[in-house]
């Protein structure tokens, strides 16, 4: 089975633009989770999506949305780019989102504000 | 906010086992504890996880305090690829979603 893979790899932009990222789950898997990863802050949870709903969110702004489609693919969004954005953006995919369920997570996007 | 606390780094030998600390001490009774690792430039990778019993599977074991505030990652003999940064996660389950909330792990070097 093709793992998760995240497009692009890797982007360059400035402040104020936005920004759309794109995560393709293992096949079979209906849950996506979104999550930023920074050297100041970790690894912080953005949100999850099942069945084209956004189960959870984590704490951060409204800048930050996302979307599944009816195949699981998602996709996130960033409007209004900020310097603090610029990050390593993963997206992790597992069968139902259930409590005990493997994460499997994408090679992640670096996304880089200017 | 679930929080998890581990050493920032921890040094081993190759071939010796190695055991990695996690607290945990606000969990409740139906969170799950997993354990992942990420490599440099690689995404997170799903170790282990369990929730009351101790675990085993063929990378490592999982040794679960009796009061679940506490555990501990084991590698049984640590090898050079398994040198990353291990993260202590708590999975916590609330309004049907499962978030994880992972700490700033711990950066294992492995000495050969």
């Known amino acids: 089975k093709a793992g998760v893979t995240q497009t692009p790899r890797y982007l360059i932009k400035t402040r104020g633009q936005q920004v759309t990222l794109s995560c393709s789950p293992i096949?079979?898997?209906?849950?996506v989770s979104w999550y930023q990863q920074t050297p100041g802050q970790g690894l912080q949870f953005l949100f999850e999506y099942f069945s084209e709903t956004q189960r959870n969110k984590g704490n951060f702004p409204g800048r930050f949305s996302g979307r599944q489609f009816s195949n699981s693919r998602s996709e996130m969004n960033v409007s209004t780019l900020e310097l603090g954005d610029s990050a390593l953006y993963l997206c992790a995919s597992s069968l139902a989102g259930q409590v005990s369920t493997t994460q499997y997570f994408g090679p992640g996007t670096r996304l880089t504000v200017l | 906010d679930a929080k998890t606390t581990q050493p920032n780094s921890m040094e081993s030998n190759e071939e010796e086992p190695v055991h990695l600390p996690c607290n945990h001490s606000?969990?409740?009774?139906?969170?799950?504890i997993h354990w992942y690792r990420q490599l440099p430039s690689q995404g997170p990778e799903y170790v282990i996880h369990?929730?009351?019993s101790n675990v085993n599977n063929r990378m490592a074991s999982l040794a679960i305090a009796e009061d679940r505030k506490s555990s501990t990652l084991i590698l049984h003999r640590a090898t050079l690829r398994d040198a990353a940064v291990y993260y202590c996660?708590?999975?916590?389950?609330?309004?049907?979603?499962?978030?994880?909330?992972f700490g700033k792990g711990t950066h294992l070097i492995i000495q050969p």
């Open positions: 606000t969990i409740s009774g139906t969170d799950y």
């Open positions: 369990g929730l009351t």
């Open positions: 996660v708590h999975l916590y389950s609330g309004g049907g979603a499962d978030g994880l909330t």
């Open positions: 096949s079979g898997h209906r849950s």
